[in-house]
């Protein structure tokens, strides 16, 4: 079975950094495409951050310059660096891994920024 396991959220203050990992297990073939969604409260689960096997990646518009999506292919994992955090950034996040005929959802990891 296929499964992802996120890690790394948790309290920060504004203008923070956190770092989180995402790590696939039960699968031996590369994702096409790993990312990073986001869900406020009250709000629609939306792309982060996204990056193809060996292309380059892709942002939100609220997140560019301040957050940076990296992968590990030969272990099929996948890394979101952010800095300069601001409340509005207070989400669950949710690691993604596609593949034709595959779509795995991690169970998210909070992060929340104190203003």
């Known amino acids: 079975q296929v499964q992802l396991a996120e890690s790394g959220g948790g309290l920060v203050q504004a203008g923070g950094s956190l770092r989180l990992a995402c790590a696939a297990s039960?699968?031996?073939?590369?994702?096409?495409?790993m990312g990073w969604y986001r869900q406020a409260p009250g709000k629609q689960r939306e792309l982060v951050a996204s990056?193809?096997?060996?292309?380059?990646?892709n942002y939100a518009d609220s997140v560019k310059g301040r957050f940076t999506i990296s992968r590990v292919n030969a272990k099929n994992t996948v890394y979101l660096q952010m800095n300069s955090l601001k409340p509005e950034d207070t989400s669950v996040h949710y690691c993604?891994?596609?593949?034709?005929?595959?779509?795995?959802w991690g169970k998210g990891t909070l992060v929340t920024v104190s203003s």
């Open positions: 039960g699968v031996t073939s590369l994702f096409g495409v």
């Open positions: 993604n891994a596609r593949s034709p005929g595959m779509n795995v």
């Open positions: 990056v193809i096997s060996y292309g380059r990646p």
